[in-house]
C-alpha cells in the first residue's frame, strides 16, 4: 500500500530564511506527487505536482520541489520565507487512476517568526 | 478561491443528531470527493462521486452516506452522530474521474457537543 511520510509536525523558520519540508513516500511504480498548502480556515490549495519530466518542480507562490526516486523523497524549498507562508503543508502520493486513490500526509505546521 | 462551495462554514450539533453537508463543485467539474480531517486522523478520503454515480469508497463509516444530483452538486449525510465526528469535513472537485488535480473548498467544521 502507498504512503507518505512527514517527519516534522512543525516548523519554526525565521523570515528571511530558506524553508525545507521534508516528504517521503512509497510506492510501488512511479507515482504521481503533490505539495498543498492549508492556511488557517482554509481549505487545501495546489502548491506543485510531479508526474513526470524535469525531477526539479516549480510551483506557485516561489515554491520549488525536486523528486528523488533512489531517496524515494519529494522535498518541498523555498530561498525565502515570507510570514504569509505560514501555514500547514501537505505531501501527497497517488497514480494516474484518479483522486481517490491519492494519499496525503499527516501535514507540516510551519510556523515564522520575524 | 477554488471554485468549490461549501455550506455550512460551521455547525455545532448535538450527538445522536443529523446533518447534511453541502458541496458545489467547479463550473464543469463532474466528480466531487468527500474528505474528513480530523487531529488524529489526518485527511482521510471518504467517498467520490462521478456525475451522479458512487465510483469510489474510502474510510466511510455506515452511519455517513453521500450523493450527487444531477446539477453535479453533492451532500454528504452524517447520521447518529457522535462525538468522534467532529472534524473538518472537506469536499473536492476535478474535472473527470481520473484526473489527478484536485481542486478543495474551504470545508465545514463540524463539532458534536
Known amino acids: 500500500a502507498q504512503s507518505v511520510t512527514q517527519p516534522d509536525i512543525h516548523i519554526t523558520v525565521s523570515e528571511g530564511a530558506s524553508l525545507e519540508l521534508r516528504c517521503n513516500y512509497s510506492?510501488?511504480?512511479?507515482?504521481?506527487l503533490f505539495w498543498y498548502v492549508q492556511s488557517p480556515g482554509q481549505g487545501l490549495q495546489l502548491l506543485l505536482k510531479y508526474f513526470s519530466g524535469d525531477t526539479l518542480v516549480q510551483g506557485i507562490k516561489g515554491f520549488e520541489a525536486e523528486f528523488k526516486r533512489s531517496q524515494s523523497s519529494f522535498n518541498l524549498r523555498k530561498p525565502s520565507v515570507h510570514w504569509s507562508d505560514a501555514a500547514e503543508y501537505f505531501c501527497?502520493?497517488?497514480?494516474?487512476?484518479?483522486?481517490?486513490?491519492?494519499?496525503f500526509g499527516t501535514g507540516t505546521k510551519l510556523q515564522v517568526i520575524p | 478561491d477554488s471554485g468549490v462551495t461549501q455550506t455550512p462554514k460551521h455547525l455545532i450539533t448535538a450527538t445522536g443528531q443529523r446533518v447534511t453537508l453541502r458541496c458545489s463543485p467547479r463550473?464543469?467539474?463532474?466528480?466531487v470527493y468527500w474528505y474528513q480531517q480530523s487531529l488524529d486522523q489526518g485527511l482521510q478520503f471518504l467517498i467520490q462521486?462521478?456525475?451522479?454515480?458512487?465510483?469510489a469508497k474510502g474510510n466511510i463509516l455506515e452511519r455517513f452516506s453521500a450523493q450527487q444530483f444531477p446539477d453535479l452538486h453533492s451532500e454528504l449525510n452524517l447520521s447518529s452522530l457522535e462525538l468522534g465526528d467532529s472534524a473538518l469535513y472537506f469536499c473536492a472537485s476535478t474535472r473527470t474521474g481520473t484526473n489527478t488535480e484536485a481542486f478543495f473548498g474551504q470545508g465545514t467544521r463540524l463539532t458534536v457537543v
Open positions: 510506492y510501488g511504480a512511479t507515482p504521481y
Open positions: 501527497a502520493v497517488g497514480n494516474s487512476g484518479g483522486y481517490q486513490k491519492v494519499t
Open positions: 462521486y462521478y456525475n451522479g454515480e458512487e465510483r
Open positions: 463550473s464543469g467539474d463532474l466528480s
